[in-house]
């Protein structure tokens, strides 16, 4: 279990060295291969690559009305009136709602004998050759390597939001 110094910890160094060229899909789910490079802090020169896909279902679009609808269950009067001032403000809230989904089945992991900076390097070489635009290369910390990976998740959450909120509006959904 990680302590919460461990979290931060894990926060702090996770680094993209490569992102996918592509945002997550407005109307449809995203598929994303992802290379995470951590090294063994027990020994010298151990690096571990985990590599996995994560599935970004299609982002649900929460409107005011909506929102008013989840707000009442299980609530009272105080509840109530709160989802009418809510939905009072239906042009200035819309919240996007997204799933992810990363398999523990899909998680692949071998051991290489060489320093993180060599392995993430070569790594990177060989994905830019690839040119695959839903690949990532991440580093991060062994201990916390599931820390970094959904760090990564809410990066490109917050990378695709706009462009998903975009979408949703010039179909008049907003």
């Avoid at 020169?45 to 970004?56: C, D, K, P, T």
């Avoid at 929102?67 to 105080?78: I, P, W």
């Avoid at 992991?109 to 060599?118: F, G, I, P, R």
């Amino acid at each position: 279990m990680l302590t919460p110094d461990d979290f931060t910890y894990a926060l702090e160094n996770t680094h993209v060295l490569l992102a996918p060229s592509q945002r997550l899909d407005t109307f449809g789910t995203s598929l994303f291969n992802y290379f995470l490079v951590t090294e063994s802090m027990d020994t010298v020169n151990l690096s571990r690559v985990r590599e996995g896909q994560i599935h970004a279902e299609r982002p649900q679009l929460l409107t005011p009305q909506n929102m008013a609808k989840l707000l009442l269950e299980g609530f009272g009067d105080q509840g109530q009136r709160f989802a009418e001032q809510i939905s009072a403000q239906a042009g200035r809230f819309a919240f996007l709602k997204y799933g992810f989904r990363v398999s523990k089945s899909d998680v692949r992991s071998y051991d290489v004998h060489e320093s993180l900076e060599n392995v993430a390097g070569k790594l990177k070489d060989e994905l830019v050759l690839k040119n695959e635009p839903l690949t990532a290369l991440l580093t991060g910390v062994d201990d916390g390597w599931e820390v970094c990976l959904l760090k990564f998740m809410v990066d490109m959450i917050t990378a695709s939001a706009p462009g998903n909120m975009g979408d949703f509006r010039e179909r008049g959904m907003l």
